[in-house]
Every structure is written in C-alpha cells, then in structure tokens.
C-alpha cells in the first residue's frame, strides 16, 4: 500500500482526497468537495473517487467553510460511505444564509437545489447523521449575543492536541477552542487552523447582517426565495464581493523522517520531481493575514511544506511567501471572476515555486514514499 493524494478536476471549485498506508490499513482523508457547476461538476470526480476508495468510510474530512463550490458535493460523497471523524467550523446563522443564497442563485436544477437547501438549516445535524464523530472549530464571534444560536450540548476543548487513536468513536460533538490543533496517529500527522475572523471583514459582515435582519429573522429569510435574493444583493453591496471570511486549514504530513514526495506513479529519480513530504490546504483563506498565526501553529512545519493549495482558486491577495516546491491552483477555465489572477501566478513564479493547475480538464496526483 502507498499513500496517493489528488487535486481532483472539478472546474472551480475544490476537491482533494487522499489515502494513507496506516499500518497496512487505509487511512482516508478529504479536505473540501465542491464545485460552482454543482454535482454536473463534480460526477466525474466523485467516480474517481468512488474507483479507489469505494464505498469504505471517510476516517478524516475537513470542510474549510460553507460556500456553494467547496461544499455542495459533500451530501453525495457522504451517502452510503460516511465519515468517522469531521472537522469543520462553526457554521452561524450568517454562514447558512451566505449558503442558502449562493443555492438560490446558481445555475443548479431544481432537483439539486431542492437536495441542498435542508443543509442550510441545520448542516451540523444532517452532517451528525453521518459521522461517529464532528470537531466544531469555534471563534469567539461565533456566540455573537445577537444570534442566541448556541451549538448543541458536547464537550468544549480547550487543548490544541488529539490522539486520533483514543478518540471516543461514540457520535458526539467536540468544540474546538483553540486555532490550532494537532490531529496524531503513529505514522501521520495532521493540523487544522481555524483563522480569526479579520476585525474588517467582521464590521462588512455585520453591516450586512443588520440590514437583512431589520425585519426578518434568520429562519424566515432561509424559507423565503424573495428574502433570499435580497439578502444576496445586500451581502454584495456590504462586503464588495468578498464575503470569503475565513476557512478551515489542514496541514498534514508523515512523522518517519526521510520520507519523499513525487509527481510519478513510480518513483524513478532523476527522471521525477521529488519535493518536501508536507502539503497545506487552505480553501479560501486569507493568507495575507493569516500567515504569522499559522506560522506559529506550524512551528517546524512550515518549513516542510512541499505542496500548497493556493487560496481561493488564485484570487488577488498579499501573500508573497510562496516558498513552496509546487503551488496547485484549482479554478474553472471559464470562470467569471478572472481567477487565478496574473498578479498571483507572477508572485508565485518569482519564488521559482512550480505551478499545477487543477480546473475541469485536469487533476493534480502526487504520492509519497
């Protein structure tokens, strides 16, 4: 057994996936499923997916955050397989109303949309339907007074490590305290960072929150079409279009030292490129603000990194330190917002970091040895 990880071709959107020789057992991992085509974008991939792993549950999931192309294909992976252990943010009424309005205005059938709207009331109920476990990563601002949400009762955890081996396998909720928390097995590790939500971002988001909620609640702008749009045109105005806050990032590597990554098949030096083992997954992240906190989770780590997933499918941002050995950008060749943005591929090019670029045509393979 090897362990193979994959960008998997889902236009823009994300889909990773991954498996791990764990002791001589599979280790599954999956970071985001998603695409802005919805499960037309995704059916290939899914198959592909469904050719290596078959139907065996998911041990590990990350969602990064709930928007339309990174989770709309997650019912579909989780039906008939299931995850052991989920890890997610907090998803706040704000989050499910973003979600709800991205389904309303996609190009999806009615039958798609029909099947994704529950998940916008309560996705952590409907995710508990399938996972032993789930691992809420919480902010401060997610018991924001306004909402009077409160997550459902289970333990709050204040450390910033978890054997995965002793984890309690009997379904309960589990909430994250900390930004950074270690996920350990024998032979793997794994990090997930969830960012504090940028003080800007946070006024943007609150601007409009109070104007969508000046006369409607959250329930009753979730079950109107109409309220819907126009919560859409108001989080628009409010945020310029950026309403991406934050997302959960997962680090993962192997612990046995000596250990190489290649972009072949079978590894058959100097004829392939081997790269340092560590990869990073960073959904729509602001990296930009992001860097120096997860830097300080990461420790050693960061210097590890061999394989990076560029945030948000390439857009603009401040980030410039792309010292990387590959960069892979996932984006649709014919998408709308101009990603992955010049300026971007120039910055990771001046660091003599090599691009792969994952969109509808083509997946990006590499495994480790």
Not at 10 to 23: A, E, H
Not at 24 to 35: A, N, W
Not at 66 to 71: E, K, L, Q
Not at 182 to 199: G, Y
């Amino acid at each position: 057994m090897e362990n193979f990880f994959e960008f998997y071709a889902v236009g823009q959107g994300l889909f990773y996936g991954g498996c791990i020789d764990f002791c001589g057992k599979p280790f599954r991992i999956v970071y985001d499923c998603g695409s802005s085509d919805g499960l037309n974008g995704l059916l290939p991939a899914l198959n592909r997916y469904a050719r290596y792993n078959g139907t065996e549950p998911i041990d590990l999931l990350v969602l990064s955050h709930f928007h339309f192309d990174h989770f709309c294909g997650i019912p579909a992976l989780l039906k008939n397989r299931g995850a052991k252990l989920i890890v997610m943010p907090y998803c706040t009424p704000f989050d499910r109303l973003v979600l709800a309005s991205e389904i309303e205005n996609s190009r999806l059938s009615s039958d798609e949309k029909d099947l994704l709207r529950p998940w916008c009331s309560d996705p952590l109920s409907l995710l508990g339907e399938y996972a032993e476990n789930i691992a809420v990563m919480m902010n401060p601002e997610d018991f924001d007074e306004e909402w009077e949400d409160r997550p459902r009762d289970g333990d709050f955890y204040q450390g910033n490590f978890i054997n995965l081996e002793s984890f309690n396998r009997q379904r309960k909720y589990v909430y994250l305290m900390q930004s950074s928390v270690r996920l350990s097995q024998p032979v793997w590790e794994f990090m997930v960072h969830r960012p504090k939500l940028d003080p800007k971002k946070k006024k943007l988001r609150e601007a409009a929150v109070s104007a969508a909620l000046q006369q409607k609640s959250p329930e009753e702008i979730l079950g109107d079409k109409n309220e819907l749009k126009k919560f859409s045109r108001l989080l628009k105005a409010a945020c310029k279009q950026d309403e991406n806050l934050d997302s959960v990032l997962l680090y993962h590597a192997p612990i046995k030292k000596g250990m190489r990554a290649s972009e072949a098949e079978c590894p058959c030096p100097p004829y392939c490129k081997t790269m340092r083992t560590g990869t990073l997954l960073t959904g729509d992240a602001d990296l930009a603000n992001e860097w120096a906190a997860l830097s300080s989770g990461l420790r050693d780590d960061k210097d590890n990194i061999g394989i990076f997933q560029v945030p948000h499918h390439g857009a603009a941002s401040g980030f410039t330190d792309y010292r990387f050995d590959v960069c892979a950008v996932s984006y649709g060749v014919k998408n709308h917002y101009g990603h992955p943005k010049p300026a971007t591929l120039k910055e990771i090019n001046a660091h003599g970091c090599e691009l792969r670029f994952v969109n509808e045509n083509n997946n990006y393979f590499y495994r480790i040895y």
